[in-house]
């Protein structure tokens, strides 16, 4: 059973920083590239980041280019989101998604991410 668990969200400041983790499980972790997607309050869902199977490839929505860098440990079946420059319009739940393009197969439970002063 695949299952990927999101944790690392929280409430930080504007201008502060967050990693997030996604531990994986019940499939080949290395074999598939992996992305993180995220929704805002009241709005749809929207791609953030990919990364491909081995890691030496990224993407990254213009929104958060310059502040988020993507990155996974294939001998730890861990996809991570390290987020600094934190903005308002970053809150979000956060979620990370086994990719087959162009879209996720298979998604985590999310997590909070609440950029407030």
């Known amino acids: 059973e695949v299952q990927l668990v999101e944790s690392g969200g929280g409430l930080v400041q504007p201008g502060g920083s967050l990693r997030l983790s996604c531990a994986a499980s019940?499939?080949?972790?290395?074999?598939?590239?992996m992305s993180w997607v995220r929704q805002a309050p009241g709005k749809g869902l929207e791609w953030v980041s990919g990364?491909?199977?081995?890691?030496?490839?990224?993407s990254n929505a213009d929104s958060v280019k310059g502040r988020f860098t993507i990155s996974r440990d294939n001998a730890k079946n861990t996809l991570y989101l390290q987020m600094n420059s934190l903005k308002h319009e970053d809150t979000a739940v956060y979620y990370c998604?086994?990719?087959?393009?162009?879209?996720?197969?298979?998604w985590g439970q999310g997590t909070q991410v609440t950029v407030s002063s």
């Open positions: 998604a086994k990719w087959q393009y162009p879209r996720g197969d298979y």
């Open positions: 019940g499939f080949t972790f290395s074999s598939y590239a």
């Open positions: 990364i491909n199977r081995g890691g030496g490839s990224t």
